[in-house]
């Protein structure tokens, strides 16, 4: 840029002050009207195929799903979506579900306890153990689990004695569904607790907390917010379960009939609306829950 | 409180991280660890603290063994380098802690909770700020709730690992202040761990210096720096030009260096001299003068003799300007131990 001139020289008579003695500071460039400039590359790229996948993938079948249901009357809705085999297939899905996120909340802590804070032979195999659910055809985990535990099986036939009846029943479902979401829990708290560092407890020591103080005030409202990550994944995991599940359910209609069969089933007597109805509710419910477990969520993450 | 460190040892597998450690320190008295990383200073605060137990030896609190006793027992206030904050509770509640977690009638009531609370915020002057998340803080601040937190439970002794080394130097500056006024303040006997010589011998009465397990030297900041014990405490604490060479008739001589030796039997030695120990000196031994550096009031000037050794002289600023070309340099005092 040329050097400013001096004052004196502006004034001078010989040189009258014109618009192109006092250069103008150039016009301010224009600032992009939707997005701030960024020195990471790459977001229109990343957010146009993002948002086509999506909208393939996820937009466009859910939104038929509703489309489908919408060629029956209000009434014929109701009648297809709250039927009281319905109404019995969603309390089991759910209520089965739920109970399995719990008891994986629970057992994915201790799990995931032995294997971030401990050094011990196998660890490996645990390890590997449980991403089994994961890669496990869910067909071969529900012919698995229905043989162990039918009547006659090798687990059931210690059970029966006892008068507990694990397969063909509600609480087949939810060993499927336990099995099926384990993996969830202890994946999404293994890098949180990994990352609670060992000063923290020697502070809560060092003040005086016992053992149970430590863990109860301490360790378990810091893994929180992972903790409820987890069981929201492993509990949408067994509201969607299809495979694992048949197998043990038995699938007696009102007893232990899960919804995504239901739906199966009204597909195969190509009753096409009222399985879309069906998977509408579902889709309602599950979305739901979602948004509630998000809210707490973004509660127990207030102090991050 | 006074605490007793009788031959303590420790190993880490086949490395020993404290090598018979003795250490006695005086109720109210604010004691330094200086040493270099992996010295033991920190599994020597840990041992103390109850955080770590040692293979052998005793640790005592005013005449009482408390060697195996759990940091708990031994009401002692610990803090952090990485500040350790309980990041899902608010500031008032990290510091509240420790009389919370009390059982029964050893629990004070909320409002006197509440009430020390405030006091010690108030101490660490972070009034107000209460009702924060640590996440909401700057790493200066919290690491005054961490301190404070440790000041809760009115503990018997104050132990610190490194609490300035994640700060920036401003930051670290005005909290050694801090340090010294609460301690000042509470007249809890307190310890901390540094491997920073400055913050050492800027704040503490008397420092421990460590190296490979063992304790070389323990003195006032004076002492330590103007009488070291061993080469190492004179290598390690202040600047020192460090010279091998030989002792013969109670002179030390390094090449073309030479100076006093006085007491020092004949041999192989090491001999040390402090930068602003050297001045000038028509009767001394030749540099040349490669640079100099002037900053604020001092100068520093770096020199070579003929023969390649380096020497580091501090002078005044009005001093600088003799540094030029050739000159000759004496040491006015010098460190000299047998090699």
Redesign the interface.
């Given at each position: 840029m040329a050097p400013s001139r001096s004052p004196t020289r502006i004034l001078d008579d010989d040189h009258p002050m014109t618009a192109e003695t006092i250069s103008a500071p150039p016009r301010p460039a224009q600032r992009p009207l939707f997005r701030r400039r960024s020195a990471i590359p790459g977001f229109g790229l990343t957010l146009g195929v993002t948002l086509t996948i999506l909208s393939l993938i996820v937009l466009i079948p859910l939104s038929a799903v509703a489309i489908k249901s919408s060629s029956l009357s209000p009434a014929q809705f109701l009648a297809a979506a709250f039927s009281e085999r319905a109404i019995a297939a969603y309390r089991l899905t759910f209520g089965a579900a739920f109970v399995a996120a719990v008891i994986n909340a629970v057992f994915g802590v201790l799990t995931t306890w032995a294997l971030v804070r401990y050094e011990f032979p196998g660890k490996a195999v645990v390890n590997a153990l449980v991403d089994l659910p994961f890669a496990l055809p869910t067909a071969v985990a529900g012919i698995a689990l229905a043989t162990l535990y039918a009547p006659n099986g090798w687990v059931g036939q210690y059970l029966t004695p006892l008068g507990i009846k694990a397969a063909y029943n509600p609480v087949g479902v939810t060993i499927a569904l336990i099995f099926i979401g384990l993996p969830f829990v202890v994946r999404t708290l293994e890098p949180v607790m990994r990352d609670l560092?060992a000063?923290?407890e020697?502070?809560?020591?060092?003040?005086?907390?016992?053992r149970f103080?430590t863990i109860g005030?301490?360790i378990l409202?810091?893994l929180?917010p992972a903790w409820l990550t987890g069981f929201a994944l492993a509990f949408a995991r067994g509201v969607g379960e299809y495979g694992s599940v048949i197998f043990i359910a038995g699938n007696m209609p009102y007893k232990s009939e899960i919804a995504p069969l239901l739906i199966i089933i009204q597909l195969e007597q190509f009753e096409y609306a009222n399985a879309a109805a069906i998977a509408v509710v579902m889709l309602a419910v599950s979305f739901l829950m979602l948004l509630v477990i998000n809210a707490i969520q973004a509660w127990s993450r207030?102090?991050? | 409180m006074t605490i007793s460190i009788r031959s303590v040892e420790k190993k880490f597998g086949r490395y020993p991280a404290l090598n018979h450690v003795d250490l006695e320190i005086a109720d109210g008295e604010l004691v330094a660890l200086l040493g270099p990383s992996g010295s033991g200073k920190t599994t020597l605060l840990r041992t103390i603290?109850?955080?770590e137990f040692p293979d052998a030896g005793q640790v005592l609190f005013e005449g009482q063994d408390v060697t195996f006793a759990?940091?708990?027992a031994r009401?002692?206030?610990?803090v952090?380098q990485?500040y350790?904050?309980?990041?899902?509770?608010t500031v008032a509640r990290n510091i509240a802690?420790?009389l919370d977690?009390?059982k029964g009638k050893d629990k004070p009531p909320k409002a006197e909770i509440a009430r020390r609370v405030d006091e010690l915020l108030k101490l660490v002057e972070l009034d107000g700020l209460g009702k924060r998340?640590?996440?909401q803080l700057s790493g200066g601040q919290r690491q005054r709730v961490?301190l404070s937190?440790?000041l809760?439970?009115q503990p018997s002794v104050l132990l610190l690992d490194e609490p300035f080394g994640a700060l920036d130097a401003t930051v670290r500056k005005s909290l050694r202040k801090e340090l010294r006024r609460v301690h000042d303040a509470t007249g809890v006997t307190t310890i901390f761990v540094t491997h920073d010589q400055e913050e050492a011998l800027g704040l503490a009465d008397r420092v421990a210096i460590l190296n490979a397990g063992r304790i070389e030297q323990i003195g006032t900041p004076d002492e330590v720096h103007d009488n070291p014990a061993t080469p190492f405490v004179c290598g390690f604490v202040g600047e020192a030009n460090r010279f091998e060479g030989t002792v013969s008739g109670g002179r030390f001589t390094s090449g073309a260096v030479s100076f006093d030796a006085n007491g020092v039997k004949d041999g192989a030695a090491v001999g040390f001299v402090r930068p602003h120990d050297l001045a000038p000196d028509d009767g001394g031994f030749e540099v040349r003068v490669d640079r100099v550096h002037v900053q604020g009031a001092l100068a520093s000037v770096s020199a070579s003799t003929a023969d390649g050794r380096h020497v580091e002289i501090t002078a005044s600023r009005a001093e600088a300007a003799r540094f030029t070309g050739t000159i000759k340099l004496a040491a006015r005092k010098s460190h000299v131990y047998p090699a």
């Open positions: 560092s000063d923290v020697e502070a809560a020591a060092s003040l005086g907390a016992g103080a005030r301490i409202p810091a929180g207030r102090f991050v | 603290a109850g955080l759990s940091a708990a009401r002692v206030g610990f952090f990485q350790a904050l309980f990041k899902h509770m802690f420790g977690v009390r998340y640590p996440s961490a937190r440790a809760a439970v």
